[in-house]
C-alpha cells in the first residue's frame, strides 16, 4: 500500500470515527479472501494477512509443507527457504512462510478501496440508526425535500423521513423547503440506511408540544393523565397536578391563552380542550364533556358487555354534548376509557316514568316517589305542547331520573351476579372436550349449520352449547338457524362426552410426539439451508475468482503488448449459468458453447459442484 493510501485511510478512519483496529481487521480479513482467489487456494489450507499500519505493507503468510522438491508452490515450500523462518523446521513439517504474491498490491489496493469504503457505508448507517433510534418518540425538524403519492419527504439533516399520507393531518398542504416539525414514531434498519416514519396526527405529537410549551409539564408539577385527538379538528388533554396548590388547567393554558395558542397555531388552528383529571371517574366523564353541563353520570361496569356510563344532560346541552357528528362524545369516550350513553333530561324522564307505571321491579320506587311523579308527568306534557317551563319544574325530573337511573344499576347488578351464577353451573355441566371441539369437527352437523355458527361468532362446540342452554335466542336469531335445527343441534352436541384417561394420555403422548417430529423436521430443513446457502457461496466465489483472472490476464497481456502490436480483438466470455439440482445435492454450473463445423447442435459443458 502506497503512502497516499495510507494516508487516505487514516482520514476515513478519522472521518468515519471507525477504530483503526476494525479497519486493519477488516482488511486483513477481505485480503485472505482475495488472495485465495487469486491463487485458488483451499479453505484448508490457513492463511494470514498481515497490514502494518505505519508503512502500508501488506503481507499474506500460508501454511505449507517443508519438502525436498516443490510440486506446487501454493502448499509446497523448500526446506532452505522454510528455515529461514524457523531453523529448527523438519521435513514433512507445516509452517507459516511468506507467500505474498507478485503484484498483489494492486489487488491490494483494490480490495482495501472497498473494504474502506464499504465499511464507512456501515459505519454511517449505523451511526444514523442509532441517532435517530434514540429519538423515537419526539419531534423533530425537518425540510420539506420531496411530495409525492406515497407521502413528504423531510430532510433532517444527515438522515432522510418519510411522512405516509395517513400521518398528514387533513387539508396541511407542504411546499418545498419548508420547515416542517413532526412527531418520530418508528425508526427500521434497513440495508439502505435507517427508516425514519414520522407523523403529524399521533396523539403524542400533542404531548411534546405540551412538554416544550409548559414548565410545568416538563418539570413534573403538572402530569398528562390521558390524550384524545382527531387531528386538524380537535382534541381532549386531561392533566393533573402532582403538587398542592397548582392549577393544571391554568398552567398549559397559560396567561391569557399564550401557551395553548401557540400549539393551535403549530396544529393549523386544531381545537384543544384542556380538562382537569379527577380520580372519581363520574365527575371525570363530566368534565370530559366540556364545554356541556352534565346533570348526571351513572357507570356500569359490566365484564361482559364492558363499561359504559350512562349521562343524562339538560335539553339544551344535548346538542353540545354530543357534538358535531358526535365528535365530543367520541372524544370523552377516547379519553376516559368508558362508552357513553347520551340523554337529554326529558328522555330520560319519559323513560322513566314508563318503568314506573308499568314495571313491577320499580314498584317500590314509584310508591315512594309518587309526588315527584305526579309533577313530572305535569312537565312532560307542558314539554309535549311546547309550553314554558319554569327551570324549578326541572327539578322533580332530575330527582325522579337520578332515583330511576341508581335503582336499575341495582337490578343490572343483582342480575348480572344470579347470571354468573347460572353459568357457572351450566358450564360444569358441559364436558370439558367440548370447549376443544372446534364446531366443524362435529361430524353430525351439515355444512350450512357449521358456516352459520363461525359467521356469528362461535368457534367450539362448547361455545355454542353454552349459549344454547343460557339463550337459546340468541342463537335462532342467526340466519340459517331454525327452531328445529337447533334441537337437531341440541342432541347431537349433548352427547359430547369427556375423554377417558388413557384417552387423554394418548392425546399427549401424540402431542409430544409430533412437537419431536416438528422439531427434527425444522432442524433438517435448517441443516439442508445451510448446506444450499454454502454450496452457493463457494460456486459463486470459485465463478468471481476466475472471472478475476481472466480478467488480470486479459489487462497483463494488454499493457505488455500494447507498444509491440496491434490490440486483438476480445475473446467472448462464455456464457455460465449455475442451477441446483434438488435430487442430487448439487449446484451444475453449464457452459454454452457454439456447435463445430460439421453442423452439431449447441452442446452444454455441465460441471458438477458438490455442496
Known amino acids: 500500500m502506497k503512502n497516499e493510501i495510507l494516508l487516505a485511510f487514516n482520514q476515513i478512519a478519522e472521518r468515519s470515527k471507525i477504530g483503526h483496529e476494525v479497519l486493519i481487521e477488516a482488511l486483513e480479513s477481505a485480503l485472505v479472501t482475495a488472495y485465495r482467489r487469486s491463487v485458488n487456494a483451499s479453505n484448508a489450507q490457513a492463511v494470514e494477512a498481515k497490514v502494518t499500519p505505519e508503512t502500508g505493507d501488506i503481507r499474506i503468510f500460508a501454511e505449507k509443507e517443508v519438502v525436498d522438491d516443490v510440486h506446487d508452490e501454493r502448499t509446497e515450500v523448500r526446506l532452505p527457504i522454510a528455515r529461514q523462518y524457523d531453523a529448527d523446521v523438519q521435513l514433512g513439517d507445516v509452517i507459516s512462510v511468506d507467500s505474498t504474491p507478485s503484484g498483489f498490491g494492486r489487488i491490494a489496493a483494490q480490495t482495501a478501496k472497498q473494504v474502506i469504503l464499504q465499511r464507512v457505508r456501515e459505519a454511517e448507517r449505523e451511526s444514523q440508526y442509532q441517532e435517530y433510534v434514540e429519538r423515537e418518540g419526539e419531534i423533530v425538524h425537518g425540510t420539506v425535500q420531496s411530495i409525492n403519492r406515497s407521502g413528504v419527504t423531510l430532510s433532517l439533516g444527515r438522515a432522510e423521513a418519510l411522512m405516509p399520507q395517513k400521518e398528514q393531518m387533513p387539508h396541511e398542504r407542504f411546499k418545498t423547503h419548508e420547515k416542517v416539525r413532526a412527531y418520530v414514531v418508528e425508526v427500521k434498519k434497513t440495508t439502505r440506511g435507517p427508516q425514519i416514519i414520522i407523523s ?5 405529537m400533542l404531548r411534546r408540544l405540551l412538554e416544550m410549551e409548559v414548565p410545568e409539564i416538563y418539570t413534573g408539577t403538572v402530569e398528562i393523565k390521558s390524550i384524545a385527538r382527531e387531528a386538524g379538528y380537535r382534541s381532549k388533554v386531561a392533566v393533573a397536578a402532582l403538587q398542592p396548590g397548582v392549577d393544571p388547567v391554568g398552567a398549559c393554558v397559560g396567561m391569557r391563552g399564550v401557551r395553548i395558542q401557540s400549539i393551535v397555531r403549530e396544529l393549523n388552528d386544531e381545537k384543544i380542550d384542556v380538562i382537569e383529571w379527577n380520580p372519581d371517574q363520574s365527575a371525570f366523564i363530566a368534565k370530559s364533556l366540556s364545554p356541556a353541563r352534565v346533570s348526571g353520570v351513572y357507570l356500569d361496569d359490566d365484564p361482559i358487555d364492558g363499561r359504559t356510563a350512562t349521562v343524562i344532560v339538560p335539553d339544551d346541552q344535548l346538542s353540545l ?3 358535531r357528528e358526535g365528535q365530543n362524545a367520541r372524544l370523552s369516550a377516547k379519553l376516559t376509557g368508558w362508552r357513553i350513553d347520551i340523554k337529554s333530561l326529558t328522555e330520560a324522564s319519559g323513560e322513566a316514568v314508563r318503568s314506573l307505571q308499568t314495571s313491577d321491579a320499580f314498584a317500590d320506587l314509584a310508591a315512594e316517589h309518587g309526588r315527584d311523579l305526579d309533577q313530572v308527568a305535569v312537565t312532560m306534557g307542558k314539554i309535549i305542547e311546547k309550553k314554558p317551563v319554569m327551570p324549578e319544574e326541572y327539578a322533580p325530573m332530575q330527582r325522579l331520573v337520578h332515583a330511576y337511573e341508581s335503582k336499575r344499576l341495582e337490578l343490572r347488578i343483582a342480575n348480572r351476579e344470579v347470571h354468573m351464577e347460572r353459568l357457572e353451573a351450566i358450564r360444569a355441566e358441559i364436558p ?21 355458527f363461525q359467521d356469528a361468532g362461535f368457534e367450539t362446540a362448547g361455545h355454542v352449547l353454552e349459549t344454547l342452554l343460557i339463550n337459546p335466542d340468541r342463537l335462532l336469531a342467526i340466519d340459517g338457524i331454525s327452531p328445529k335445527i337447533l334441537e337437531k343441534v341440541q342432541m347431537e352436541l349433548l352427547m359430547i362426552e369427556d375423554e ?7 392425546a399427549a403422548a401424540a402431542e409430544a410426539e409430533a412437537e419431536r417430529l416438528a422439531a427434527e423436521e425444522a432442524a433438517k430443513l435448517e441443516k439442508e439451508a445451510a448446506i444450499k446457502a454454502a454450496a452457493e457461496a463457494e460456486a459463486a466465489a470459485q465463478l468471481a475468482a476466475e472471472d478475476d483472472t481472466s480478467e488480470s490476464a486479459d489487462s497483463e497481456t494488454s499493457d505488455d503488448d500494447d507498444s509491440q502490436m496491434p490490440k486483438k480483438k476480445k475473446k467472448k466470455k462464455k456464457k455460465k449459468t449455475i442451477t441446483y439440482d434438488d435430487e442430487l445435492g448439487v449446484y451444475i454450473t453449464t457452459r454454452q458453447r457454439k456447435s463445430n463445423r460439421s453442423g452439431a447442435s449447441w452442446d452444454d459443458d455441465l460441471e458438477d459442484e458438490w455442496g
Do not use: F, Q, W
Not at 403529524?200 to 403524542?204: A, E, I, L, Q, Y
Open 432 to 452: 370439558a372436550r367440548a370447549y376443544r371441539t372446534p364446531i366443524d369437527e362435529v361430524e353430525e352437523l351439515t355444512i350450512l349449520t357449521v358456516r352459520a
Open 200 to 204: 403529524r396526527t399521533h396523539k403524542n
Open 500 to 506: 377417558s384417561e388413557e384417552e387423554l394420555a394418548a
Open 321 to 323: 354534548a354530543i357534538g
